[in-house]
């Protein structure tokens, strides 16, 4: 008898088979991220509580589509590697790193969120000090493994793949750790200012680096785009270019108001 499997590959739209073909376990786990999404959803039309003046739910919310985004990109990704890369044991730990990581940073975000306390910048006592310092360390766990994806992909092309394309998925993967952990750093000891734009909470006239940091980690989704609208090296380079430009002003921006 066939073993049964939570989804089946063989359901669903083409997309969600491929990506399940790609890498399975990162597929399901976002599945399961963006499934999670409607119970927080519900509690937050029901709990009014808020943490300076935006839901206590909303911020788990954020995080799970955030993180549910990462890895359905880094499934997607990974299906360029040969198929003994995607069954071999490198993959596997990368894989593994991504979902422990993510798992605990989501987990207390979300817990804190239950129990209507902040999970960031909420130090004053020891336990939630060193959570605050995990959480840290687990967010530069999570988006190194982008450019750990980008050598086992440099290491092992796929050839069917245009090059500015490919160029463009690795400076995206390499840019996300680059800039998502150099604006994650700087963010870390800076608690943004409260107000700002609805659900976000940017404030956008000066001293947050939440905008910086969004940009940041989201190289990996929004440069391979670029490549796929405008598929030439010299573009990719240009836009790589023009991406760090824009991330270095929201920086600036940001340290602005500090």
Same mark, same amino acid.
């Given at each position: ?9 063989? *359901? ?32 937050? #039309? ?19 589509? #955030? !993180?549910?985004?990462?890895?359905? /990109? ?15 044991? *490198? ?8 979902? &422990? ?5 989501? !987990? ?5 969120? &239950? ?7 909420? /130090? ?8 605050? *310092? ?8 999570? /988006?190194? /493994? ?58 956008? #006239? ?10 940041? !980690? ?25 991406? *760090? ?10 340290? #602005?108001?500090?």
């Amino acid at each position: 008898m066939q073993a049964l499997t939570l989804i089946p590959s063989t *359901t669903g739209p083409s997309w969600w088979r491929e990506l399940l073909r790609r890498e399975r376990r990162l597929a399901l786990y976002g599945a399961l991220l963006l499934a999670l999404v409607l119970p927080m959803a519900l509690a937050w #039309s029901l709990d009014a509580r808020e943490l300076r003046g935006v839901n206590v739910w909303i911020k788990p919310i954020k995080f799970a589509l #955030s !993180i549910a985004l990462l890895a359905w /990109t880094t499934a997607w990704f990974a299906g360029h590697l040969p198929a003994a890369q995607r069954r071999g044991r *490198t993959l596997s730990a990368l894989v593994a790193v991504l979902i &422990a990581s993510a798992s605990f940073e989501f !987990i207390y975000i979300t817990l804190q969120a &239950a129990l209507g306390q902040a999970s960031h910048y909420n /130090t004053g006592d020891a336990f939630h000090g060193l959570m605050y *310092t995990l959480m840290g360390f687990g967010a530069l766990l999570l /988006t190194a /493994t982008q450019p750990w994806l980008a050598w086992l992909l440099w290491r092992h092309p796929d050839p069917r793949q245009p090059p500015a394309l490919r160029l463009a998925m690795l400076l995206g993967l390499v840019l996300t750790f680059a800039l998502g952990a150099s604006a994650g750093t700087l963010l870390g000891p800076r608690q943004p200012p409260e107000g700002g734009l609805p659900l976000l909470g940017w404030v956008l #006239s000066g001293g947050d680096l939440r905008p910086a940091h969004f940009l940041g !980690i989201h190289a990996a989704q929004l440069l391979p785009l670029l490549g796929l609208l405008w598929p030439q090296r010299g573009w990719v380079w240009a836009c790589a270019g023009a991406y *760090t430009a824009g991330f270095a002003g929201l920086v600036a921006l940001g340290l #602005s108001g500090t």
